[in-house]
Each structure stands twice: as C-alpha cells, then as structure tokens.
T-cell receptor, first 112, second 114 residues
Framework: QQPVQSPQAVILREGEDAVINCSSS?????VHWYRQKHGEAPVFLMI?????EQKGHEKISASFNEKKQQSSLYLTASQLSYSGTYFC?????????????FGPGTSLSVIP | NAGVTQTPKFQVLKTGQSMTLQCAQD?????MSWYRQDPGMGLRLIHY???????DQGEVPNGYNVSRSTTEDFPLRLLSAAPSQTSVYFC?????????????FGPGTRLTVT
C-alpha cells in the first residue's frame, strides 16, 4: 500500500524548478505532502482530495490525477530553504477510520 | 499552545526491556498517530486513534501497544524491546478530518535498543 515516489533524490541550483512524483496502485481518496529538514519533524505542505479540493500553507503547487492515481509536487524558482526530504502520504477511503501511509521520500538539495 | 510534545527525547534500552513513549497535544485534536522512521524507509504508521477509546493498527503494529483514555494523550508502549525497534518515533495529531488533514508532528523520540 506504500506509495512510490520519484525521483529518490535531486540536486538543484537556486532558481531552478523540480517536480516530485507520487503514485499508488490503489484508488486514492487523498494525497498529503510533507517536508522534513534534517533532524526535524515533518511539516505539512499540502493535501489534495479526490474531487479537486486542495488545502495548503505555502506557495507550492501540486496536482492530483485521479485516473492515474498519481500526484506531482511542483517546486518552482527553488530557494535554499526548499532543501529537505519530501514525503507523500496517501489515504484510500473517505472515512475517519482511514490512515495515511507515507512513501519513502525524495531528498531535495538546493545549492547556491 | 505547546502543540505536540513527546518524552523522552532520547532513550537507550536493553533487549527485552519495556517502556512507554509519551505523546501529548493541547490542540483538542481527535486524530492521533504514531510513526517510526528508519533511514531510507520513510515514515511507517504503527498505530492511530480517531478519538478517546478508539485505536487501530497501522502498517507495523507488532511489538507495540497503544491506548487512548483521553483526547490529549496517546502513549506508545514497547512490550519487549528488540534491536529492530531502534528508530526515531514521531507522534502526530490532527483535527478530525475525512481523512485527517494537516498532521502536526512532535519533535520525535530517538530510541536505541542494544
């Protein structure tokens, strides 16, 4: 049930763009994106729901292809502060008893 | 608000010992969960709770017990510690969304089992 993330790692120069992908073999109800800096706890970035609803805190965009069970996180004009590991989490059912399962993560390094 | 707090921050156990990792939140969140994080494995769900008195298993529940007697607290108990349980443990909480929306993570407990 664990989602698959790609790429495993990416290195960017400041100002460059990146796309991180998340996919599942099962029908998804929601996709959750988090970023974790080294030695810190994960921090919420965005949630995308089946049907098109999105909620997020930062100026980071993402998409959710319900037919392909895929989500992509778009990081544009990257900054040094974007460095960290990005996790996508997925939930299968629209019930309060469901659980969020995370993928293995994508390591992003932004260099000057 | 303190948010999500976890104690202890670090712990070393010997094989076979038991202990309880504490987790508390002061945001009146109904949904709480425990994850473990190992290098290259991401965050793996151990147990979760949708409210006081209600708990369920996640991906890797074996060797762990939980209970939820209050909204604020969600302790994780290691029954008989094994070296394979060496990991960083994160507790998280969320408002009662369908499914849970933004999860707030605690600072983590780094556990070493020798």
């Amino acid at each position: 049930q664990q989602p698959v993330q790609s790429p495993q790692a990416v290195i960017l120069r400041e100002g460059e763009d990146a796309v991180i992908n998340c996919s599942s073999s099962k029908a998804l109800y929601s996709v959750h994106w988090y970023r974790q800096k080294h030695g810190e706890a994960p921090v919420f970035l965005m949630i995308l729901l089946k049907g098109g609803e999105q909620k997020g805190h930062e100026k980071i965009s993402a998409s959710f292809n319900e037919k392909k069970q895929q989500s992509s996180l778009y990081l544009t004009a990257s900054q040094l502060s974007y460095s960290g590991t990005y996790f996508c989490g997925t939930a299968l059912m629209k019930t309060s008893y469901d659980k969020v399962i995370f993928g293995p993560g994508t390591s992003l390094s932004v260099i000057p | 608000n303190a948010g999500v707090t976890q104690t202890p921050k670090f712990q070393v156990l010997k094989t076979g010992q038991s202990m309880t990792l504490q987790c508390a939140q002061d945001m009146n969140h109904e949904y709480m969960s425990w994850y473990r994080q190992d290098p290259g494995m991401g965050l793996r769900l151990i147990h979760y709770s949708v409210g006081a008195g209600i708990t369920d298993q996640g991906e890797v529940p074996n060797g762990y017990n939980v209970s939820r007697s209050t909204t604020e607290d969600f302790p994780l108990r290691l029954l008989s510690a094994a070296p394979s349980q060496t990991s960083v443990y994160f507790c998280a909480s969320s408002t009662s969304g369908l499914p849970p929306y933004e999860q707030y993570f605690g600072p983590g407990t780094r556990l070493t089992v020798t």
